[in-house]
């Protein structure tokens, strides 16, 4: 059996991953669309903008706050400042998605230049959320490996894996993996499996 630790960590990155590659295909997408080398499929679009709006909202940040930043300041004050930013940075993501999915509308609905803008608010968007990764991954982690004791660790791992539990039934984490697959098997190759 895997340690809680161990278990949580995984978790985390796993989401961090599926994330990231949401974010890179739709960013590589629109290149892709700009250059004329795949068709235009705005229902995959807008299925991508979904994901990255909708699972770090409703399944991975929430986790984030309640668990592992929760205990991390229960446990030291030198960990403050990051969380202070990383749930500043948290908060910000609605504003930056609301200007994606206006774009991406613009562009659906043939407004002028607003592949311009769409391209390059992802590409923003995309930096911020690599910067936000890493800063978790290679800051905050390294903190909550050196702070947090066994029981803490347990109970941010048992709030994770509700997001993978298979006997959970078709749940919200059901429909966000499902979600992924459909993404990674839409997408045009090479950027995914179509």
């Not at 990051?82 to 613009?106: F, S, T």
Request: charged share 25%; glycine share 6%.
């Amino acid at each position: 059996m895997t340690e809680p630790r161990t278990l949580a960590l995984n978790t985390i990155r796993a989401e961090h991953g599926s994330l990231s590659a949401v974010v890179r295909n739709l960013r590589d997408l629109l290149a892709e669309l700009r250059g004329q080398r795949a068709a235009v499929d705005f229902p995959l679009l807008w299925s991508m903008v979904y994901y990255i709006d909708a699972f770090p909202d409703r399944l991975h940040h929430p986790k984030e706050d309640q668990w592992l930043f929760r205990l991390l300041r229960a446990r030291t004050g030198e960990a403050d400042a990051l969380i202070d930013e990383l749930q500043r940075q948290h908060a910000h993501e609605p504003r930056a998605l609301g200007e994606i999915r206006r774009h991406l509308g613009n562009l659906e609905a043939g407004v002028p230049a607003s592949m311009e803008m769409l391209e390059r608010t992802v590409a923003t968007y995309a930096e911020f959320t690599w910067r936000h990764i890493r800063a978790e991954e290679q800051e905050l982690i390294p903190l909550a490996e050196t702070h947090l004791t066994p029981a803490d660790w347990a109970e941010i791992a048992g709030a994770f894996c509700e997001n993978a539990d298979p006997l959970s039934g078709f749940g919200e984490a059901d429909a966000f993996r499902q979600r992924f697959r459909e993404i990674v098997q839409r997408t045009p190759a090479p950027l995914g499996l179509a």
